[in-house]
């Protein structure tokens, strides 16, 4: 700050239009500066801006400033790009190098040359800058001290910048509402060239066309919203964007040849009736520009549960009746988008999960080149490129919190003939993929992850030769497992993978749907390259990890009477039913059926009371993702509930074991935790503060506790269940749970 506290002392704006007028309003309605002086060579636009208050005093030159500027003085060069040359060489005849200079021309290379050519280098008093805002009006009759709010202002500094000067430019944005970032001058100009010069010149040519077509009054007379919408831009300055084209030369004749390259294919398209190659033109455009709008909205994958902060609040007692289906199985969801994409020919999915993880494997597939149409309300189709025929993506592929998308994604782009490279949120940055790293590099792989335990971002180097491997795991795990079997499709020869205890075998039997042969013996599944996956139709079942927590809430609730629909009853992922049963819970099982090569049934879940046992350690990985309700039912039973076996736990989303035995010690129940499970003691469950620490499931978890505490119960940093189970809050509260959440 200067030293009475303002963001800038005089504010200097040469060239009184929209932009210059509209910082200059901006600062002066803040009170972050003490003067605004207006420069322009038009003595009625400085007339109009006096009268309007948006300067204070105006000059039609510099030189009428004479040596009045000084430290914390900025002049902010607010003329057409290709005009800022003649305001540079007026501030180097006229002002000090206390004075800190900024401009906000579109093209930055330009400008930069013309200091060089003027300075002899880039003066350390000029800090190139470019608010990202703007509107098709123009002159200082447009002026709107709110154009910066919340909008982004790029600054190009360079080596020579002087710090201090930089300083003060951000300070004077910020003092606006304005969200500074820098970047490189010609990273700048190549990201504007695509993003604005090339809509505007789109635009400009397109209005100009249809102007001189015959029929033209016709044609805008009917023009509909969007020809209303897109060529809106086409009314800014003429002059501005005839400086910009020609400043920007280079980069905005790249962005059209590109641009043109693909008019042409898509013209090419329409004319044969591609029509798969026009719907993925389509599909991709509307999915690249809903994650635009979604990233300017600041949200997430899914738009109900936006990346804020969010904290579930939840009374004491409730009820649990009624009769609900919860949301697909996520297993499935991301494997169902993964054998399809690979697949030939076109994919149906129903009962599709639409939360942040599998969606996070959706969009990772449309960066690969997939026609994906959908999600809408379960249905996906997905439109399968085959075994060879995934594209290289843009960029890293990002995966959120899905670890299991990043670690059967790690398996599959091992065999692709490209480079790749997979990152993820925070949270899932901190969890270990060494697990798959080390048994795909002995399948000849190019893989690498960070540090000791092999943390994301995971790089993959295309090309790789891969070959078949035996390999017993070291720890039971559906992931590595299918990792390695992805992988194996790829591979020369035979790939066969032993656990140490069966776990979820979700793509064995989805490979099998594909027509793909896969041999399951005991603790053991193999299969041999060389074959090809071939279309199919796909029933989602609903989710049993999100029926766990209905299944618990129902059985430690006096009179509750619920029955969960169509659930997936897989073998390998029952072991919370058996567990439940095995503490005395009333569960019955009906309409049983088997859909899409997966068994699927009602549950009928009614009060009983529990007592604790010693959890069966064959059952663990069967119900690996489930204990942290498990925990909650085993608070509420009578007696001590022991496990043992389940370390993989402490390596989720959080350390599952000590995160759920700090919140149970929070709310009353003596908890111990051990390296591999817990010991827990039955009681009373009071209220309190519990930290989810961003664990979906620890969140969820501790909401089916407050149906038997005796004080509410308020759960931090819930925004993660969106991961999994985006509706279970109005679940929840519809089967009688009390929850809100802020």
């Given at each position: 700050?200067?030293?009475d506290?303002?963001?800038?002392?005089?504010?200097?704006?040469v060239?009184?239009?929209?932009?210059?007028?509209?910082?200059?309003a901006?600062?002066?309605?803040?009170?972050?500066?003490?003067?605004?002086?207006?420069?322009?060579?038009?003595?009625a636009?400085?007339?109009?801006a006096?009268?309007?208050?948006?300067?204070?005093?105006?000059?039609?030159?510099?030189?009428?400033?004479?040596?009045?500027?000084?430290?914390?003085?900025?002049?902010?060069?607010a003329?057409?790009?290709?005009?800022v040359?003649?305001?540079?060489?007026?501030?180097?005849e006229?002002?000090?190098?206390?004075?800190?200079?900024?401009?906000?021309?579109?093209?930055?290379?330009?400008?930069?040359?013309?200091a060089?050519?003027?300075?002899?280098?880039?003066?350390?008093?000029?800090?190139?800058?470019?608010?990202?805002?703007?509107?098709e009006?123009?002159?200082?009759?447009?002026?709107?001290?709110?154009?910066?709010?919340d909008?982004?202002?790029?600054?190009?500094?360079?080596?020579?910048?002087?710090?201090?000067?930089?300083?003060?430019v951000e300070?004077?944005?910020?003092?606006?509402?304005?969200?500074?970032?820098?970047?490189?001058?010609?990273?700048?100009?190549?990201?504007?060239?695509?993003?604005?010069?090339?809509p505007?010149?789109?635009?400009?040519?397109?209005?100009?066309t249809?102007?001189?077509?015959?029929?033209?009054?016709?044609?805008?007379?009917?023009?509909?919203?969007?020809?209303?919408?897109?060529?809106r831009?086409?009314?800014?300055?003429?002059?501005?964007?005839?400086d910009?084209?020609?400043?920007?030369?280079a980069?905005?004749?790249?962005?059209?040849?590109?641009?043109s390259?693909?008019?042409?294919?898509?013209?090419?398209?329409?004319?044969?009736?591609?029509?798969?190659?026009?719907?993925?033109?389509?599909?991709?455009?509307?999915e690249?520009?809903?994650?635009?709008t979604?990233?300017?909205?600041?949200?997430?994958?899914?738009?109900?549960?936006?990346?804020?902060e969010v904290?579930f609040?939840?009374?004491?007692?409730?009820?649990?009746k009624?009769?609900?289906?919860?949301?697909?199985d996520?297993?499935?969801?991301?494997?169902?988008?993964?054998?399809?994409?690979?697949?030939?020919?076109?994919?149906?999915?129903?009962?599709?999960l639409?939360?942040e993880?599998?969606?996070?494997?959706?969009?990772?597939?449309r960066?690969?080149?997939?026609?994906?149409?959908?999600?809408n309300?379960?249905k996906?189709?997905?439109?399968?490129?085959?075994?060879?025929?995934?594209?290289?993506?843009?960029?890293?592929?990002?995966?959120?919190?899905?670890?299991?998308?990043?670690?059967?994604?790690?398996?599959?782009?091992?065999g692709?003939?490209?480079?790749?490279?997979?990152?993820?949120?925070?949270?899932?940055?901190?969890?270990?993929?060494?697990?798959v790293?080390?048994?795909?590099q002995?399948?000849?792989?190019?893989?690498?992850?960070?540090?000791?335990?092999?943390?994301?971002?995971?790089?993959?180097?295309?090309?790789?030769?891969?070959t078949?491997?035996?390999y017993?795991?070291?720890?039971?795990?559906?992931?590595v497992k299918?990792c390695?079997?992805?992988?194996?499709?790829?591979?020369?020869g035979?790939?066969?993978?032993?656990?140490?205890?069966?776990?979820?075998?979700?793509?064995?039997?989805?490979?099998?749907?594909?027509?793909?042969?896969v041999?399951?013996?005991?603790?053991?599944?193999?299969?041999?390259?060389?074959?090809?996956?071939?279309?199919?139709?796909?029933d989602v079942?609903?989710d049993?990890?999100?029926?766990?927590?209905f299944?618990?809430?129902?059985s430690i609730?006096?009179?509750?009477?619920?029955?969960l629909?169509?659930?997936?009853?897989?073998?390998?992922?029952?072991?919370?039913?058996?567990i439940?049963?095995?503490?005395g819970?009333?569960i019955?099982?009906?309409?049983?059926?088997?859909?899409?090569?997966?068994?699927?049934a009602?549950?009928?879940?009614?009060?009983?009371p529990?007592?604790?046992?010693?959890i069966?350690?064959?059952?663990?990985?069967?119900?690996i993702?489930?204990?942290?309700?498990l925990?909650?039912?085993?608070s509420?039973?009578?007696?001590?509930?022991?496990?043992r076996?389940?370390?993989?736990?402490?390596?989720?989303?959080?350390?599952?074991i000590?995160?759920?035995?700090?919140?149970?010690?929070?709310?009353?129940?003596?908890?111990?935790?051990?390296?591999?499970?817990?010991?827990?003691?039955?009681?009373t469950?009071?209220?309190?503060?519990?930290?989810?620490?961003g664990?979906?499931?620890?969140?969820?978890?501790?909401?089916?506790?407050?149906?038997?505490?005796?004080?509410?119960?308020?759960?931090?940093?819930?925004?993660?269940?969106?991961?999994?189970?985006?509706n279970?809050?109005?679940?929840a509260t519809q089967?009688?749970?009390?929850?809100?959440?802020?």
């Amino acid at each position: 700050m200067t030293p009475d506290g303002l963001a800038v002392k005089k504010l200097v704006v040469v060239g009184v239009g929209l932009i210059g007028s509209s910082l200059a309003a901006a600062l002066k309605a803040a009170n972050a500066c003490t003067e605004v002086i207006g420069v322009d060579r038009r003595t009625a636009t400085i007339k109009t801006a006096l009268g309007l208050g948006v300067i204070d005093r105006g000059v039609q030159a510099l030189a009428e400033l004479g040596d009045e500027l000084g430290s914390g003085d900025v002049v902010f060069v607010a003329v057409p790009t290709l005009s800022v040359e003649v305001v540079l060489q007026q501030c180097c005849e006229h002002l000090s190098s206390e004075v800190t200079i900024t401009d906000g021309a579109s093209v930055k290379g330009s400008v930069a040359e013309a200091a060089r050519r003027i300075y002899g280098e880039l003066p350390p008093q000029l800090v190139l800058g470019h608010p990202i805002a703007g509107s098709e009006k123009s002159g200082v009759a447009a002026v709107n001290p709110d154009l910066y709010r919340d909008h982004r202002i790029i600054l190009t500094p360079e080596s020579l910048t002087d710090p201090l000067h930089i300083e003060r430019v951000e300070r004077m944005w910020s003092a606006v509402g304005g969200l500074v970032m820098k970047m490189p001058i010609a990273l700048h100009d190549d990201i504007l060239a695509s993003t604005s010069h090339l809509p505007h010149a789109i635009a400009f040519s397109l209005v100009d066309t249809l102007a001189h077509d015959s029929e033209n009054e016709d044609i805008f007379k009917y023009a509909a919203g969007g020809f209303r919408d897109f060529t809106r831009i086409a009314s800014s300055d003429p002059v501005m964007w005839h400086d910009i084209m020609r400043a920007n030369r280079a980069s905005v004749l790249e962005a059209i040849d590109l641009f043109s390259a693909n008019l042409n294919r898509l013209r090419r398209a329409i004319a044969s009736d591609d029509s798969e190659y026009m719907l993925g033109v389509f599909t991709r455009a509307k999915e690249a520009r809903d994650h635009f709008t979604r990233l300017i909205n600041k949200q997430a994958f899914v738009p109900k549960m936006q990346n804020r902060e969010v904290t579930f609040e939840l009374q004491p007692g409730g009820q649990v009746k009624g009769k609900i289906r919860v949301p697909g199985d996520k297993s499935m969801s991301h494997r169902s988008i993964m054998l399809g994409s690979l697949a030939t020919g076109v994919t149906e999915v129903d009962g599709f999960l639409e939360g942040e993880d599998a969606l996070a494997t959706l969009q990772a597939f449309r960066d690969m080149g997939v026609v994906i149409e959908g999600p809408n309300n379960g249905k996906v189709k997905i439109h399968g490129v085959g075994l060879y025929g995934l594209q290289k993506p843009a960029g890293p592929l990002y995966v959120g919190n899905s670890g299991t998308s990043m670690r059967l994604l790690a398996g599959i782009l091992a065999g692709q003939s490209f480079d790749s490279v997979l990152i993820g949120d925070e949270s899932l940055s901190q969890r270990p993929m060494n697990r798959v790293v080390k048994p795909l590099q002995l399948m000849g792989a190019s893989i690498t992850a960070g540090g000791d335990k092999g943390l994301p971002p995971v790089v993959i180097q295309g090309g790789a030769k891969l070959t078949g491997l035996h390999y017993e795991l070291p720890m039971a795990s559906a992931q590595v497992k299918s990792c390695l079997l992805l992988a194996g499709l790829y591979a020369n020869g035979s790939t066969t993978i032993v656990e140490p205890a069966p776990t979820r075998d979700h793509t064995e039997r989805m490979l099998r749907g594909f027509g793909y042969q896969v041999k399951s013996e005991g603790n053991t599944a193999s299969l041999v390259s060389g074959g090809q996956l071939l279309s199919a139709k796909i029933d989602v079942p609903a989710d049993i990890s999100s029926a766990a927590f209905f299944l618990v809430a129902a059985s430690i609730t006096p009179g509750s009477d619920l029955t969960l629909t169509h659930v997936g009853m897989n073998p390998t992922r029952i072991g919370v039913i058996n567990i439940l049963r095995e503490m005395g819970a009333h569960i019955e099982i009906t309409d049983e059926a088997v859909v899409g090569g997966e068994p699927v049934a009602n549950l009928h879940v009614k009060y009983a009371p529990l007592h604790g046992i010693e959890i069966p350690e064959d059952q663990v990985p069967l119900a690996i993702d489930e204990f942290p309700v498990l925990f909650i039912a085993a608070s509420c039973a009578k007696g001590r509930t022991v496990l043992r076996g389940a370390e993989e736990l402490r390596v989720k989303e959080s350390d599952r074991i000590q995160v759920m035995v700090d919140g149970l010690v929070a709310l009353g129940i003596s908890a111990t935790p051990t390296p591999d499970g817990a010991i827990i003691e039955g009681g009373t469950l009071g209220g309190g503060v519990v930290e989810s620490h961003g664990d979906h499931r620890i969140a969820m978890a501790f909401s089916v506790a407050s149906l038997r505490a005796t004080a509410p119960i308020k759960i931090l940093n819930c925004a993660n269940v969106a991961t999994s189970f985006p509706n279970f809050g109005e679940l929840a509260t519809q089967v009688g749970m009390q929850l809100a959440h802020s």
